[in-house]
Structures are given as structure tokens and as C-alpha cells.
Nanobody
Framework: QLQASGGGLVQAGGSLRLACTASGSVFGSYYMGWFRQAPGKEREFVAAIDINGQYTRYTDSVKGRFTISRENAKNTMYLQMSTLRLEDTAVYYC?????????????????WGQGTQVTVSS
């Protein structure tokens, strides 16, 4: 029920915007977030947003470079990524849960979307 899009190949220092669209009745009642998994590494939390879009959280490595947002009327969440670095290369996953805590730590979440590949080149 979660569809991520917007990944691609970009040069270091460039920007990309990921989108996550939810189908059905998932979106308006759920906390949302993004995780990523780089080759050979564990999946890690990237960013999260509350139901109304008023409160956000970021992992330290993306603070000041990434912005998470949502448009409930469009059932869509975004991740605007700027000043991309080589180490941002990963598969990015969108997630949703009825509680905020699980969106921060991953694991057993109500919904995981399929990933979208982001590759940053030098």
C-alpha cells in the first residue's frame, strides 16, 4: 500500500526528491518515515514525520540536507534530499505506523513500502 518513487542517479552535491504514495485508508491516520539500506550495511532510520506534518525527526547525518514533508490531501509523503553525498547511496524505503515510536526504530511496522534506489556518484 506504500509506493516509493523518485530515486535515481545523481552527482555528489546534487538533489533528488523522493515521494511515497499510499493507497487505501493508510495515510491520514499514520505516522510516516523513511529508512535506507546501503550495500553491506544494516537498514537505518533517515527521517520521520507526525500525522499533521508538524513534527519531524532526522538522523544526524542528514540534518540540514534532507527535508521530510507530507500532503495528506494527496496521500503523499516526500523526502527532499539536497547536497547529496556518496554515503547517501542506498535503497530508500518509506514506512507507516499508527504510532510514532516504531517509525523511528523500524522493525515491526504496519507498512513497509518497496524501495527506491538512490545512487550518488562522484
Amino acid at each position: 500500500q506504500l509506493q516509493a518513487s523518485g530515486g535515481g542517479l545523481v552527482q555528489a552535491g546534487g538533489s533528488l526528491r523522493l515521494a511515497c504514495t499510499a493507497s487505501g485508508s493508510v495515510f491520514g491516520s499514520y505516522y510516516m518515515g523513511w529508512f535506507r539500506q546501503a550495500p553491506g550495511k544494516e537498514r537505518e532510520f533517515v527521517a520521520a514525520i507526525d500525522i499533521n506534518g508538524q513534527y519531524t525527526r532526522y538522523t544526524d547525518s542528514v540534518k540540514g540536507r534532507f527535508t521530510i514533508s507530507r500532503e495528506n490531501a494527496k496521500n503523499t509523503m516526500y523526502l527532499q534530499m539536497s547536497t547529496l553525498r556518496l554515503e547517501d547511496t542506498a535503497v530508500y524505503y518509506c514506512v507507516a505506523d499508527r504510532s510514532f515510536g516504531p517509525v523511528l526504530v523500524g522493525g515491526s511496522l504496519d507498512y513497509w513500502g518497496q524501495g527506491t534506489q538512490v545512487t550518488v556518484s562522484s
